[in-house]
């Protein structure tokens, strides 16, 4: 994650500064926007886009000026969504966009599965994975639900 840190823009930056500061969770912050926490996630570290409301509840709840993080947004630039995925990497269209969510989203998933259960580690050979039909008017959506063990690093 430090090489992650050390790229982010001074509005994440500042964000992640003042989450920390004020030892507040990406739920309750999400709460607190009306979006999901990991999507919080992303946003904080530079991989989504705020709206002005956004902007504006932020600042309001970190006691930041908004016109000043509105502007950090904009020299930001897009989101950060270009993701460098490893060599044989796989481009079936059914696989691929799951390295590309990992790619994209593994920080912020990071964060919020360390922020509710500690430093540690998913088990893959432990893992269930289910896959679920979803159905939305004229559209089929797929759901995944991945469950694991998860094992605490130690210290010794």
């Known amino acids: 994650m430090d090489t992650l840190n050390s790229t982010l823009s001074p509005a994440c930056t500042k964000l992640l500064h003042e989450k920390t500061r004020r030892r507040l969770t990406f739920a309750e912050l999400a709460r607190h926007l009306d979006h999901d926490e990991v999507w919080t996630a992303a946003l904080f570290y530079g991989r989504a886009t705020p709206t002005l409301k956004d902007i504006h509840l932020l600042a309001d709840l970190l006691n930041l000026s908004p016109e000043t993080l509105e502007d950090d947004f904009k020299?930001?630039?897009?989101?950060?969504?270009?993701?460098?995925?490893?060599?044989?990497?796989?481009?079936?269209?059914?696989?691929?966009?799951?390295?590309?969510?990992?790619?994209?989203?593994?920080?912020?998933?990071?964060?919020?599965?360390?922020?509710?259960?500690?430093?540690?580690?998913?088990?893959?050979?432990?893992?269930?994975?289910?896959?679920?039909?979803?159905?939305?008017?004229?559209?089929?959506?797929?759901?995944?639900?991945?469950?694991s063990k998860y094992v605490p690093y130690q210290s010794w």
């Open 75 to 147: 020299t930001a630039g897009p989101p950060q969504r270009e993701v460098t995925v490893p060599a044989g990497t796989t481009t079936d269209p059914v696989l691929y966009p799951f390295q590309e969510a990992i790619a994209l989203y593994g920080p912020a998933v990071r964060s919020v599965i360390v922020e509710k259960l500690g430093d540690g580690a998913v088990s893959a050979p432990n893992m269930k994975v289910r896959v679920e039909r979803v159905s939305r008017g004229k559209t089929t959506d797929v759901k995944l639900v991945l469950e």
